[in-house]
């Protein structure tokens, strides 16, 4: 029971590179969230999902792409890479019915230099 | 003006003791409330969830959530090394969806031998 897999686990890149986080889930949730966190800034939404081809902005969205084609999977995109993206970015699921539980890959490390 | 505040501590306790979590958050209409733990390195994971005012208890923990004051707190008892995390508190002003879950900076705790 594979759960929710985020990968590259560890990815270092350039300033203005693009950089996609992948993020696949084995449950069927209906709902996918990505997650950026920082010190001092705790858990901050990014974009999330309510279902397949059903995206929304989180609290920052900028500089990042989403898109779900299918329920499982759920990639971020950073389409041209800044340092201040340099975070450890979480994927996470839920199911329709839950307001708060989430359930969180084990987290991409992403630096940019 | 954050909304979800915590003490980042570290809070120190010794094995055996009581570990007393607080957690304010600033809007009124919050409906849901979570206790999240995160080792270090590593993705949270739920351990508490409370919607009521008054306390919630599973096994050694305690949750209690004061809504006229806006707080919620977590208790856990005869604490462990094991216990040694970083707790994240989490409010959502809606039911039937995590898209507004809000998270705190988190308080990280220390279990002393």
């Known amino acids: 029971d594979a759960g929710i897999t985020q990968s590259p686990r560890y990815k270092i890149t350039e300033t203005g590179r693009q950089v996609t986080l992948m993020c696949h889930q084995t449950w069927s949730h209906s709902y996918m969230f990505w997650y950026r966190q920082d010190l001092g800034h705790g858990l901050r939404l990014i974009y999330y999902s309510a279902a397949a081809d059903i995206t929304d902005k989180g609290e920052v969205p900028d500089g990042y792409v989403v898109s779900r084609s299918k329920t499982e999977n759920f990639p971020l995109t950073l389409e041209s890479a800044t340092r201040s993206q340099t975070s450890v970015y979480f994927c996470?699921?839920?199911?329709?019915?839950?307001?708060?539980?989430?359930?969180f890959g084990e987290g991409s490390r992403l630096t940019v230099l | 003006q954050k909304e979800v505040e915590q003490n980042s501590g570290p809070l120190s306790v010794p094995e055996g003791a009581i570990a007393s979590l607080n957690c304010t958050y600033s809007?009124?209409?919050?409906?849901?409330f979570f206790w999240y733990r995160q080792y270090s390195g590593k993705s949270p994971e739920l351990i508490m969830f409370?919607?009521?005012?008054g306390d919630k208890e599973d096994g050694r923990f305690t949750a209690q959530l004061n809504k006229a004051s806006q707080y919620v707190s977590l208790l856990i008892r005869d604490s462990q090394p094991s216990d040694s995390a970083t707790y994240l508190c989490a409010v959502n002003p809606l039911t039937g969806t995590a898209s507004k879950l809000t998270f705190g900076t988190g308080t990280r705790l220390q279990v002393t031998l």
């Open positions: 409370i919607y009521s005012n």
């Open positions: 809007d009124r209409g919050s409906q849901s």
């Open positions: 996470a699921s839920s199911t329709q019915t839950n307001t708060g539980e989430l359930f």
